[in-house]
Structures are given as structure tokens and as C-alpha cells.
């Protein structure tokens, strides 16, 4: 079965600082890593994505790190504010899959004032 | 904006009942999904749909038959509600791409 590993299950950082979540796969034939943010009282929504041929993807204070040698990849948070505070899922993407995504176990982030 | 709605946001049901959770899209997506979301275990898909009456198993469809009969709506139907059935359940929808479209959400509580 193809799964998504994702720790830790919950985060909580100071304001200003740096959140890290950390997923690994084992199917190597992934051809997209998504990220999903979820807010309390709402359904995950697509925060930002990677493809496995680019080590690094960034957008505002939100980075994916990829190392596709070690079938792991991380989302960074520079600057964490309490409006970050969310539940976000990994995913991997299989193209031609009709199932599409398989998400990871999720991370509570709780960003403190 | 992709729109995606549930019947309802909260739903009690009891033991042994028939239950059935509707979801709509309004984008002419193809593809349509239910997910379960508990702590600690993440989204697990139930079934999808890629198109009208086709339906796939997902990880855990156990328990859980689905319906789609009209493009844009999907039904998750309990045909006999358990305890260990309490959960939110999550409906998305998607054209072939990484960007799947969630609802609110419903959370069944089965006493």
C-alpha cells in the first residue's frame, strides 16, 4: 500500500519562529508532493506543492524542502504567526492514479503570541 | 470559486440506522471523493468517483457504499450505523491534478 509517513502529530512554536513538518514516502514513482492546510471548521485546502526534480520550492514564509534521495520532504514556516495555526497534511500525487492523492497522518501546528 | 457543500455540518445518529451524507460540486469536476478524518490517522479515502455511477474503493470502504447518479452530487451512505462510524467525514472534488476541493465537513457522532 503507498503511504505517507508525516511527524510529529503536533507542533508548537513561539511567534517569529520556525515551524518544521516532516513526511516521508517509499512509492518512488510520486510525481508531485502537495501540502493541505486546514483550519479549524473548514476542509483542507492546497497551501503549496513540489515536483520531485526541484529541490526546494518557496512561496511567502512557506518552503518545501525536498530530498529525493532519502524519499523525504518538509515543510518550513519562517516567521510563525498564530494565524498559522492549523492542522496541515503532506500528500503525494500519482499522475494516472484515479485516486489521485494519499495524505499523511497530519500535524496540529499551534502557534503561541 | 470551486464550491463544494455537505448536506449537514453535524449529524446524531443511532445504532443500526441508515444514514446518508450528501455532497455537491459545482464545478464540473469528474472526479469526487469521501474521505474520513480522525486524530492521529489523517484523511482516509472511503471511495471515489470519476465519473457518473462509476465508483472505486478507497482504503477503508468497509462499512460504507456511495452513490453518484448526477455529475455534480456524491452520496457516503452507513447502511447500518456503528459506534466506531463517529468521525468527520470529508467530501472533495477534482479535475486531474494535485488541487482537490474540500467541504466543511460533516461530524457524525453514532450512539
Known amino acids: 500500500q503507498q503511504q505517507v509517513k508525516q511527524s510529529p502529530q503536533s507542533l508548537i512554536v513561539q511567534k517569529g519562529g520556525i515551524s518544521i513538518i516532516n513526511c516521508a514516502y517509499e512509492n518512488t514513482a510520486f510525481d508531485y508532493f502537495p501540502w493541505y492546510q486546514q483550519f479549524p471548521g473548514k476542509g483542507p485546502a492546497l497551501l503549496i506543492a513540489?515536483?520531485?526534480?526541484?529541490s526546494e520550492k518557496k512561496e511567502g514564509r512557506f518552503t518545501i524542502s525536498f530530498n529525493k534521495s532519502a524519499k523525504q520532504f518538509s515543510l518550513h514556516i519562517m516567521d510563525s504567526q498564530p494565524g498559522d495555526s492549523a492542522t496541515y497534511f503532506c500528500?503525494?500525487?500519482?499522475?494516472?492514479?484515479?485516486?489521485?492523492?494519499?495524505f499523511g497522518s497530519g500535524t496540529q501546528l499551534t502557534v503561541l503570541p | 470559486d470551486v464550491k463544494v457543500t455537505q448536506s449537514s455540518r453535524y449529524l446524531v445518529k443511532r445504532t443500526g440506522e441508515k444514514v446518508f451524507l450528501e455532497c455537491v460540486q459545482d464545478m464540473d469536476h469528474e472526479n469526487m471523493f469521501w474521505y474520513r478524518q480522525d486524530p492521529g490517522l489523517g484523511l482516509r479515502l472511503i471511495y471515489f468517483?470519476?465519473?457518473?455511477?462509476?465508483?472505486e474503493k478507497g482504503d477503508i470502504p468497509e462499512g460504507y457504499s456511495v452513490s453518484r447518479e448526477k455529475k455534480e452530487r456524491f452520496s457516503l451512505i452507513l447502511e447500518s450505523a456503528s459506534t466506531n462510524q463517529t468521525s468527520m467525514y470529508l467530501c472533495a472534488s477534482s479535475l486531474l491534478g494535485i488541487e482537490q476541493y474540500f467541504g466543511p465537513g460533516t461530524r457524525l457522532t453514532v450512539t
Open positions: 468517483s470519476y465519473d457518473v455511477k462509476m465508483k
Open positions: 500528500a503525494a500525487w500519482l499522475s494516472g492514479s484515479a485516486r489521485q492523492l494519499t
Open positions: 513540489i515536483r520531485p526534480d526541484v
